[in-house]
Each structure stands twice: as C-alpha cells, then as structure tokens.
C-alpha cells in the first residue's frame, strides 16, 4: 500500500484528505455446473454442482480480473464545529481496475446538536456501486445501491460516560437484474442501546 493524508484544522474546522494505491491478488475455491437436459426437450433438467476435482482437491481460482487487480482510493472528510451544531461528513471513491472496472462512491453526512447534556444526532450514508466494463457480457451500469438513515440521542451521563439510543433504517436500492443482482436483496431497521465509556 503506497498514499499521503493531508490534515488541516482549526478551532472550527477539521479537514482530512487522503489516498492510496494497493495490488489486490487472491484466489477462492470455485465450482463448476453442469445443467443437464435428460429428455433432449430443451429444458434443463438437472443441475449438478462441481466443487471437486477426481482427487478430491477443490478447485481454486487462478489470476483473473476478478482477483487480480489495481486498486485507488480517494477520501474527504472532516467536520465543521459551531457553537450549538457539529456536522460531520465523509466521501469516499474507490475506483477497481478489476475485470468490472469497478467504481464505488460513498457518502455520510451528519448533524449533532451539541448541549452539554443531550446529545441528539441524525445521519444519511449511502453507497453506490457502478460497472464501466462489460465483462463477459454482464453489462455495464448501476450494480449496487444501498442508503442507512439514522437518528439517535446521546445522554452524557459525566465527563467519561454516555448512554446513546439510536435508530437506523437500511434500505436496499441495488438490483442488476436480470442476470446477476448484487444487492442486500433486504431492508433492515435496528433500535440499538449503548453505553460509552473514555478511559
């Protein structure tokens, strides 16, 4: 892994930028399907997986643009500190010479009403993944989207403890059908109690 990070603040602004280049190179076990149409009537019958080879041994991938590939990442982040509101943010590209020619942005944004006591906050994170090469005819486009809305309450309990309530609520906006769909192929929402402590 080969990057910089630049940092630059003040009393009311923090600003971080970064990015790194690395090498992603790994293997997987693999199989194979043989669909099988009994009858000659030009429907598949039966589908029989193949995860072994005659001695046993799985198969293994070898160095394919799936797992053998450049990788970049860009970030952005920082937060802007007032008197009553805290903002936070984050953007993230991450860009895959991968088979796919992959592309992933993200983002987070969120605000916190800063009292001493109460805490409240609500947050937006999205994710987006888009293909710009046609690999083996998977097509190009949109590929996976997902978004996570977020509200919560901070209780300070003293200096060195807090309660934190909070929501969020997951939804997934990603679908590459017909052939293949990335997506959570779900929606979530999780109520979560925590209790915080500094050392």
């Given at each position: 892994?080969?990057?910089?990070?630049?940092?630059?603040?003040?009393?009311?602004?923090?600003?971080?930028?970064?990015y790194?280049?690395?090498?992603?190179?790994?293997?997987?076990?693999?199989?194979?399907?043989d669909?099988?149409?009994?009858?000659?009537?030009?429907?598949?019958?039966q589908r029989?997986?193949?995860?072994?080879?005659?001695?046993?041994?799985?198969?293994?991938?070898?160095?394919?643009?799936?797992?053998?590939?450049?990788?970049?990442?860009?970030?952005?982040?920082?937060?802007?500190?007032?008197?009553?509101?805290?903002?936070?943010?984050?953007?993230?590209?991450?860009?895959?010479?991968?088979?796919?020619?992959?592309?992933?942005?993200?983002?987070?944004?969120?605000?916190?009403?800063?009292h001493?006591?109460?805490?409240?906050?609500?947050?937006?994170?999205?994710?987006?993944?888009?293909?710009s090469?046609?690999?083996?005819?998977?097509?190009?486009?949109?590929?996976?989207?997902?978004?996570?809305m977020?509200?919560?309450?901070?209780?300070?309990?003293?200096?060195?403890?807090?309660?934190?309530?909070?929501?969020?609520?997951?939804?997934?906006?990603?679908?590459?059908?017909?052939?293949?769909?990335?997506?959570?192929?779900?929606?979530?929402?999780?109520?979560?109690?925590?209790?915080?402590?500094?050392?």
């Open positions: 892994i080969l990057g910089a990070n630049l940092a630059v603040n003040n009393d009311w602004v923090d600003l971080r930028a970064s790194f280049r690395t090498h992603y190179n790994t293997t997987a076990e693999i199989f194979f399907t669909q099988l149409d009994l009858n000659n009537d030009g429907v598949v019958d029989i997986e193949r995860r072994l080879k005659p001695d046993g041994s799985p198969y293994i991938s070898g160095d394919w643009p799936l797992t053998d590939f450049d990788l970049d990442f860009y970030g952005l982040g920082g937060s802007l500190t007032f008197e009553h509101v805290i903002v936070l943010f984050d953007y993230n590209y991450v860009v895959y010479d991968d088979g796919y020619g992959s592309k992933f942005p993200t983002f987070y944004l969120s605000l916190v009403y800063n001493d006591t109460w805490q409240p906050y609500v947050g937006l994170s999205t994710a987006k993944l888009e293909l090469k046609d690999w083996q005819g998977f097509g190009v486009g949109d590929a996976e989207e997902h978004q996570i977020t509200v919560g309450l901070r209780y300070n309990l003293g200096s060195s403890a807090a309660i934190k309530l909070e929501y969020n609520d997951f939804s997934d906006k990603g679908d590459r059908s017909p052939w293949y769909d990335f997506s959570y192929h779900n929606d979530a929402r999780l109520l979560s109690v925590g209790v915080d402590f500094v050392f």
